[in-house]
């Protein structure tokens, strides 16, 4: 987009950082997940496990499923912006976006071959929903939204489970998908770890996204975004204030029944053939809620000096996030996993997490840099560039997530 479509630089700077924020919340994830690569060091004293596992916990409970949320709205709200600056000009975007999907999908393979649960390729397949409901009325994309966002799918297999007697299920079918990546990802070198992921690995991600309700989720955030965009609910102004308390407010009155009814699911539904299912509505309904918190909680926050102060140090990853994404999943990848350092066997969760803090820490700097001598980083330019390949005038942006 250009900049004179969106004049109101703390909006773009509020949407950078909030969209940085999510992007080292993945970092840190990642690094106690040692990319994919889940292992447990023999050998840790008690306290210091002890400690890994309260890591653990807290840092999903915070943003497991949540940080990839907030990144898939922004997905939707960057849409918008472009659209949007593309019909000021009498111009229709959505063959271009089409195009531009393409390339993340390309990008998004790359990064598949050194992390296998990279998000990349799936927004660019997924993202095609936004084409044929870009101009279709607010309310109607809401409803559809809304409609996927209740997982409509597990409701039948809930409703077909209602007789189901008491018992366990098989593993769910990704389970053995990720085990027969462990095989590689510790001690293949890293022709087998391209070739895994990009086969073995493509396959567990979809299956698991599909058994977790993302593969409907998804599209459902990237339509949230795109109406915050179209009500401009991202600008900085009192009359957001107002509605992001509001938000908030209403999610934090929602958290404390949405963990009771989803920790108390084993106790009353005796049936995995019916409490799985069922899970798979209120799980992502409780993680939708949490990100709703967070995404209301910085943009308030934000509003205030000191905190744009503080939070504003993430703008700078923000705005290279395609660019900051690829990195930490290669850098990721070469410390972890067993082509590189293999540090996944010496590292518990504690160790990584500060690897994770260091990592992020690092990354931002190098972003800081990097953009006060060039407009945009290099994926993001090199993104831009082929976006627009075939026109006279590339228009300037400032747009640089996967959307």
Request: proline content about 4%; charged content about 15%; aromatic content about 12%.
């Amino acid at each position: 987009m250009t900049t004179s479509t969106m004049p109101n630089t703390s909006r773009l700077d509020l949407v950078d950082a909030l969209r940085g924020f999510a992007i080292v919340s993945i970092m840190l994830l990642h690094n106690i997940e040692h990319f994919d690569l889940y292992f447990s060091p023999p050998g840790e004293p008690a306290w210091l496990k002890g400690l890994g596992q309260g890591i653990w916990d807290t840092m999903f409970a915070l943003f497991g499923g949540k940080s990839y949320a907030i990144f898939a709205l922004l997905f939707g709200l960057t849409f918008q912006i472009q659209h949007d600056a593309r019909a000021r000009r009498g111009e229709d975007f959505r063959p271009r976006f089409a195009w531009r999907m393409l390339l993340l999908l390309g990008f998004g393979l790359v990064n598949s071959a050194f992390y296998q649960g990279d998000i990349l390729s799936m927004y660019a397949v997924l993202g095609l929903v936004l084409i044929p409901v870009a101009r279709l009325r607010m309310r109607t994309v809401f409803v559809l939204a809304c409609f996927l966002s209740l997982q409509p799918f597990a409701w039948f297999d809930a409703l077909a489970a209602l007789d189901s007697a008491p018992g366990k299920l098989p593993d769910p079918a990704s389970w053995a998908l990720y085990g027969r990546a462990d095989a590689y990802l510790k001690h293949g070198a890293l022709v087998d770890v391209w070739i895994g992921n990009l086969t073995n690995g493509r396959q567990a991600v979809w299956l698991w996204s599909w058994e977790m309700g993302r593969v409907l989720q998804i599209p459902a955030l990237f339509m949230f975004g795109m109406l915050a965009g179209r009500a401009g609910l991202f600008a900085v102004n009192d009359r957001n204030r107002l509605i992001w308390r509001r938000i908030f407010v209403v999610a934090l009155l929602l958290l404390g029944p949405l963990i009771f009814i989803h920790g108390h699911l084993e106790a009353w539904i005796a049936a995995e053939a019916l409490r799985r299912p069922v899970d798979g509505i209120c799980a992502p309904l409780l993680k939708l809620d949490i990100m709703l918190m967070l995404v209301t909680g910085f943009a308030l926050l934000y509003r205030r000096p000191s905190g744009a102060r503080v939070l504003g140090a993430f703008r700078w990853l923000g705005r290279m996030s395609l660019t900051s994404y690829m990195m930490q999943s290669i850098i990721g990848t070469t410390l972890y996993h067993g082509f590189g350092f293999g540090l996944y066997a010496t590292t518990g969760t504690a160790l990584a997490l500060s690897i994770g803090i260091v990592l992020a820490v690092l990354q931002g700097t190098f972003s800081a840099w990097w953009l006060r001598h060039h407009k945009q980083g290099p994926l993001e330019a090199l993104w831009h560039r082929l976006t627009w390949i075939g026109t006279d005038a590339q228009p300037a942006t400032r747009v640089n997530n996967p959307g």
